[in-house]
């Protein structure tokens, strides 16, 4: 029979995943399984938060998927997978019907862990919301800050390593400032964070500093910044220095891979899914591969960049692996810009590759945004993060 390759996820990863596997080789048989009709990106879901952008420019069909495109003909089965049975090579859908395969592709991206902080639940969700999923969520932390009184107190509460998007929650805080500070001046952003260190920190402090003096206040985990419990009834952040009530409440709990990992056996004790760094093979089932979010292999960030550079990389290995060819030694690129405020955009870049049985960063080979710049510098990096924006959603959905 012929060899099968089914990918579970149309994101970042899986989608980009699907299409290389047919640029790759026009013969193998690719299924696509994702449930959405459409796909609602994150990246600059941060700009909606704060009133600069539409939600419907975030939002993609997979018109082009499950039909022939000069890719060659991708199965799209518009379905949820809810388990894996990795003995038998099948992926049960929710219609109870299974399918085999050759090799798999997760591609999950995370779940929120609405388990790991004591009054966090799917519920006071409705409250104080994540938005760490585009969508819904989004567009309530937006209302939320529309509908609050001038001189409110805005708290983003900001979780340990490793998350989806390192450095989001201070662009988000940035925007916020943004709208605040041109809407509701009197207004005020606390950020509680479980971390004494971020993504661009010295860039991000800087223009802060620079674009919005005394609105956003950071405290750090060792300044009893983590927070431990949450009170959606009236808006209460616990901490172990003591309590906050904030106005709009923006809570980002800590998170795991997609439960469909969970179901497969290729997540471990910490939630997340340890692969190979050359084909991206889980480390605890044979013939099941992980990437995007829901894979942990070593310094690569949780990014859609990230998630779409291993989804390539990943695929050249399926491909090699199904035919018996030789492997290939991969290098993967990250770059995660931010948007501190509109046309001030900052950067950080890295390069990855396979080192003792990890992916490692390339020493000497990324960087960031230079600390001291002209405006004209911020400008044009703002400019490259909405041209990457509209590259890589293309290359994966258009
Ligand atoms: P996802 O994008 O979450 O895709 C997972 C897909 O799998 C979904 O379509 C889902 O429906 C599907 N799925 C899940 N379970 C199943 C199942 N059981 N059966 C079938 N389908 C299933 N990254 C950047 O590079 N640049 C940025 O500027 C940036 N900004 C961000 C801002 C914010 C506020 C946030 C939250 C994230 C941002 N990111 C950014 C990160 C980026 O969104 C993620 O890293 C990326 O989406 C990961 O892609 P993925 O394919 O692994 O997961």
Known sequence: ?????????????????????????RDLAVTLIEPEAAYLACPFSNAVIAGLRGIE???????????????????LIRK??????????????????????????????????????????????ATMPHAWKAGAQTLLLRDQLAAMPDGGIVILAAPANPFRCPPGPYERASLIAHY???????????????????????????????????????????????????DPATRTLVTEFGNHKADVANVIPPQRAGAIAQSAGVADQTG?????????????????????????????????????AQAKACAAAVAALVRERPLAQPKLINTC????????????????????????????AGGTSPLEAPLSVRELEAAYAQDWFRTITSEVFG
Request: proline content about 6%; charged content about 25%.
């Open 1 to 25: 029979t012929q060899p099968g390759v089914i990918v579970v996820g149309g994101g970042f990863a899986g989608a980009s995943c699907a299409r290389a596997l047919k640029r790759l080789d």
């Open 57 to 75: 420019a975030q939002a993609f069909r997979y018109d082009k998927f499950g039909r022939y495109d000069q890719f060659g003909d991708i199965a």
């Open 80 to 125: 949820r997978a809810v388990a894996v049975d990795a003995e038998r090579r099948r992926v049960r859908l929710e219609d109870g019907t299974d399918i085999g395969y050759t090799r798999l592709v997760l591609a999950p991206g995370v779940d929120l862990r609405f388990d790991a902080l004591p009054g966090y639940d799917e519920a006071s969700a």
């Open 180 to 230: 605040l500070k041109a809407s509701k001046p009197r207004s005020k952003l606390i950020i509680l964070d479980a971390k004494d260190a971020f993504s661009k920190q010295r860039l991000f402090e800087a223009a802060w500093q620079e674009l919005y003096p005394g609105l956003i206040e950071w405290v750090p985990l060792s300044s009893g910044g983590r927070v431990t419990e949450v």
């Open 272 to 308: 997340w899914c340890p692969i190979d760094p050359v084909t991206f093979e889980s480390r605890l089932q044979p013939a099941i591969h992980v990437i995007g979010d829901a894979a942990i292999g070593g310094a690569m960030p949780k990014s859609a960049f990230s998630a779409n």
């Open 337 to 364: 810009y931010s948007l501190v405020a509109p046309g001030y955009g900052i950067s950080i870049a890295g390069v990855y590759q396979p080192r003792d049985g990890l992916l490692a960063e390339v020493e000497g």
